[in-house]
């Protein structure tokens, strides 16, 4: 294992045992390089970033092929499924620019930042309900972080009003930099 950032890198030569390995670190700050085309009788790329939207929208996904025309078919359906970055395996310099940029946006965005908060947490008080929703719906810290991985139209609106709440504070000077 090499370490890139602050990132342990995993490899996974099965696409169910990457996905699985997901699923189970979702706490984790993630990156994902995820191959267009596995061995026969494995699901492709497409298939994985699909499983992996179903647990979180927030993990940028880099899609890797030799071959940019194999993709280009199921390209509108990657997008769709918010694939990140697109790279060609042979191109090294080309991949890990991917992955800075990656890891800027985990760092810099403000539902990483919230991702990041919530996960600090102790998982009590992470449990225990934390806000009602204005359809009277109580959440918790780890119920509001999944609205905000799967982007359900909760997690959009709450991100949208943390965002402006945010600037407002900002713009009158609530907050010191």
């Known amino acids: 294992m090499r370490e890139k950032g602050g990132y342990n890198i ?3 030569t099965k696409i169910k045992k ?3 390995y997901i699923q189970d670190n979702l706490d984790a700050k993630l ?10 009788n494995e699901p492709d790329g ?15 996904v880099i899609l890797l092929t030799y071959n940019k025309n194999v993709s280009l078919g199921k390209f509108p359906e990657f997008i769709n499924n918010k694939l990140f970055a697109y790279a060609n395996k042979n191109k090294i310099h080309d991949i890990i620019t991917k ?6 946006l985990i ?19 992470r449990e225990k ?3 009602i929703s204005a359809n009277g719906k109580e959440l918790s810290l780890d119920e509001i972080l999944e609205e905000v991985r799967t982007q359900t139209d909760f997690g959009q609106e709450f991100i949208k009003d943390l965002n402006a709440l945010t600037i ?9 930099l």
């Open 107 to 125: 760092n810099n965005s403000v539902s990483g930042a919230l991702e990041e908060w919530i996960m600090v947490q102790e998982k009590e008080k």
């Open 31 to 40: 990156i994902v390089i995820l191959d267009f085309e596995f061995t026969e």
């Open 46 to 60: 497409l298939w994985g970033l699909k499983k992996i939207r179903e647990k979180s929208m927030l993990i940028p």
């Open 99 to 104: 992955i800075d940029a990656a890891e800027n």
């Open 168 to 176: 407002h504070l900002l713009l009158k000077k609530k907050i010191n």
């Open 18 to 20: 990457g996905i699985k």
């Open 10 to 12: 995993k490899s996974f």
């Open 129 to 131: 309900p934390y806000m």
